[in-house]
């Protein structure tokens, strides 16, 4: 099958929740340092949690970034702007707290120092959880790329390209799509981003196609 996931100069992971994760999932999957994007559950104890049964945990998301394209730092700066980590968040439990999951010290450090520039200049605290490289457990199927899977002609488009729903997941074209459909990001930048991705020719051919008569 054909890789269609945009080539990176290096991998890293970020991990956080901050609120509902079907929003978080569609506006980072917009941005081109993002390489794709996954929901899921953390910072808990409680084993294998599900949607219906979530524990002590929290809706999160997961992505693999570039970042030579889009930096830890930047994406900090994006998670604190993009939500409330000031009030209580507690009142449905944990399911819906301000939780940052930091995979090493230097994650950890751009964390101390962007809350600290982000409570300077806001003049609030920022009450976000940070932990240290807690496990992340995905969601449910039905849970991932969840805006995109309201789009059964799109779908029907999309779906044979993958020989997986795994790899649907795990894939840039997706993460990219599924931020569009909520207004995160435009089309017209998909297809020029495309031609920095380092496809092979066959599978840029197939998802500039897939762009020209895909139907919404
Ligand atoms: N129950 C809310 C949020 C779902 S989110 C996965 C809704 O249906 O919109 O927590």
Known sequence: ML???????KMET???????????????????????????FAGGTT????????????????????PSLLSYEDILR????????VKDRS???RQYLSQL???????LESAQKVKSEWEKQNGKRIGTEIH??????????RHQKYF??????????????FPDHTSFVYSTITARLNGFVRENGRLSDIKEEIGDWQLSEEAETVLRDMLQYIRW
């Open 101 to 107: 999951i930091v995979h090493s010290t230097e994650q």
């Open 14 to 40: 970020a991990t956080f929740g901050m609120g509902c994760f079907w929003g978080p999932e569609s506006q980072f999957g917009q941005y081109p340092g993002v390489i794709h994007t996954r929901t899921g």
């Open 148 to 161: 995109l899977k309201r789009f059964d002609k799109a779908m029907d488009t999309l779906l044979p390209l």
């Open 132 to 141: 240290y490289d807690l496990p992340f457990y995905p969601a449910e199927d």
């Open 47 to 66: 084993a294998e949690p599900t949607y219906r049964n979530m524990g002590d945990h929290t809706e999160s998301i997961q992505i693999a970034f570039d």
């Open 78 to 85: 994006i998670f604190w702007d993009s939500h409330d980590a």
């Open 3 to 9: 890789d269609f996931n945009r080539r990176a100069q």
């Open 91 to 93: 009142y449905k439990g």
